[in-house]
């Protein structure tokens, strides 16, 4: 997907299309866990959609839960959806800053002449 460090750098196109991918990828993967979330909380504890999409976007984001909730399903959902979220927003985060991240490292590489 990325150019290896010998070769010359992406042109701007490529390097907004990996980004525009890369983008992509993100919201697919953001849209992806907040249904997942969604779901738990409607059908665990049985919130409505609006309070549903609520809770999992506040979870997904890092703020926290805003519903009380009141079974042991929903509590231990919820638990894991925190842990989860967690791991996602850091992973989204990566995927959406790589192409970025490449193409800054791949230019410092080329400034400084390396031989490696």
Same mark, same amino acid.
């Given at each position: 997907m990325f150019e290896h460090r010998r070769q010359p750098l992406a042109s701007r196109p490529i390097f907004y299309r990996r980004l525009a991918r890369s983008f992509g990828w993100g919201m697919v993967l953001i849209a992806g866990s907040l249904a997942i979330g969604m779901v738990g909380y409607r059908h665990l504890a049985q919130l409505s959609w609006p309070d549903a999409f609520l809770n *999992? *976007?506040? +979870?997904?984001?890092?703020?926290?839960?805003?519903?009380? #909730?009141?079974?042991? *399903? /929903?509590? +231990?959902?919820a638990g894991c959806y925190a #842990?989860?979220?967690? +791991? /996602? #927003? +850091?992973?989204? *985060?990566?995927?959406?800053? /790589?192409?970025?991240l490449h193409r800054l490292l791949h230019r410092f590489h080329l400034e400084t002449g390396s031989k490696d």
């Open positions: *999992a *976007a506040m +979870i997904l984001s890092g703020m926290g839960p805003v519903a009380e #909730l009141h079974t042991r *399903a /929903a509590k +231990i959902f #842990l989860y979220s967690g +791991i /996602a #927003l +850091i992973s989204t *985060a990566g995927v959406m800053a /790589a192409p970025v």
